[in-house]
């Protein structure tokens, strides 16, 4: 291998909600500009029904929040390994199979780094988290097979995949003076994932590293998982969520935990969806609630709603609160929504996430003195109880913060030039 010429091979981290591409060059900074000279394209896609055409990333978010009509689509990963993937959704008037929005964005991000990079790329490794599904071993490796289908279909030759948290800890492979035990925590949009890694300086490129990974494990939590248990919890009862019926039975859920959850929320503006709450709204006895959803799905703002939610949930991680103004639905309508309510909504799944770090280590025979370094990354990483929860788990180990965004990416670089040259 030449180590002075640029690689053959690309890296792609298609993530939940920001994806990058790498691609390793000598001495260059391997994360291809993909829009507006930054290294993310947020995973989003607008069809603008005005101009018939799709917009992607953070056009494709102006658009759709300038009010231009159209339909938005985010959390394009979480339809891997769902039923979702098999069926078709309605785009300017016409039927889309699901498989074929992947292959439009994955396609997109081909498009800009070859352009960028002045050359096609033919080979890819992509990256992929522990678990696309929770265990369910036929539906993952269902998941996978959909992503590598997808990736031939728009013009790869040679496809294949690399763990996100393995890539990662290449990445951070690259810095280090001397050997180090680490734990690599990837919490993304959809996935947490982890893995047990022994790095060194000197095994960088080693191609066959198996035997340093000493362990990699995962679930299905991510930051769109915070989301919804915030804006459920912190935003949804202004909206009926929790309301009581005139039986004294709560009010179904569903039109709630839909709107909740990115790639569900358009599910919400079906006429099938509207008739249901329509005849639910006689039966409930304070109709304020249900009278706001139906404004809000008037509206088609539960995107916006959803980016709100967002926002405070980044906000949060350096505030002890944020106030929501949801004027845009009612006047004078407005949440304060605190890091300690987050906390709470959260706490369950932080439990989980825990457990599946414990269950990491027994598989790997590693104690918790034995860890060196806590390897954060992934765009939800900086969630302070998030930190806090893992790493009083591992009180001996020093922490360190990779490129949130862009460690993947770069590891998957690295990947790519060692198995393709």
């Not at 951070?172 to 001397?178: K, R, T």
């Not at 590293?209 to 990699?216: E, M, V, W």
Request: with cysteine; hydrophobic share 40%.
């Amino acid at each position: 291998m030449n180590d002075a010429s640029p690689a053959r091979a690309c890296g792609i981290d298609f993530g939940t909600s920001n994806s990058t591409v790498g691609w390793h060059r000598p001495g260059v900074e391997s994360l291809i500009a993909l829009e507006d000279g930054k290294i993310t394209l947020p995973s989003v896609v607008f069809f603008n029904i005005e101009e018939r055409r799709p917009a992607y990333g953070r056009l494709a978010l102006h658009e759709y929040l300038e009010g231009y009509e159209g339909r938005l689509m985010r959390s394009l990963k979480s339809l891997l390994g769902s039923k979702l993937i098999k069926h078709d959704t309605s785009v300017l008037g016409t039927a889309l199979p699901f498989k074929d929005l992947l292959g439009m964005f994955i396609g997109e991000l081909k498009k800009r780094a070859e352009a960028n990079a002045d050359r096609a790329f033919d080979e890819v490794v992509l990256g992929r988290p522990v678990h696309f599904v929770d265990d369910d071993q036929a539906a993952d490796q269902e998941a996978e097979d959909t992503l590598a289908e997808v990736a031939k279909k728009i013009g790869f030759k040679e496809v294949s995949f690399q763990y996100e948290p393995i890539a990662a800890a290449f990445d951070y492979e690259s810095s280090i003076q001397g050997e180090e035990l680490v734990l690599i925590v990837d919490i993304g949009g959809g996935t947490s994932d982890f893995s047990l890694v022994r790095l060194a300086p000197e095994r960088h490129m080693i191609d066959d590293r198996q035997s340093d990974i000493l362990a990699t494990g995962g679930v299905h939590i991510g930051g769109t998982d915070f989301d919804k248990q915030l804006s459920l919890q912190g935003v949804m009862p202004l909206f009926g969520y929790g309301s009581r019926m005139k039986s004294g039975a709560f009010m179904p859920t569903s039109h709630h935990m839909n709107l909740a959850t990115w790639h569900t929320i358009n599910s919400v503006y079906s006429q099938k969806s509207q008739l249901a709450l329509g005849s639910m709204r006689y039966d409930i006895e304070d109709t304020n609630g249900i009278d706001r959803l139906f404004k809000l799905i008037e509206q088609r703002a539960g995107h916006w709603l959803a980016m709100e939610v967002e926002e405070t949930k980044i906000e949060l991680t350096h505030t002890d609160s944020r106030l929501v103004d949801l004027k845009r639905v009612e006047a004078g309508l407005s949440v304060d929504l605190s890091r300690a309510l987050f906390e709470a909504s959260i706490d369950n799944l932080l439990e989980r996430v825990r457990g599946s770090v414990s269950e990491l280590l027994s598989k790997a025979g590693v104690g918790v003195a034995q860890v060196d370094t806590v390897f954060f990354t992934g765009g939800s990483s900086g969630i302070p109880a998030l930190r806090q929860s893992v790493a009083a788990m591992l009180p001996n180990a020093r922490h360190v913060e990779g490129n949130i965004f862009g460690s993947i990416g770069s590891g998957l670089a690295i990947e790519a030039r060692k198995r393709y040259g």
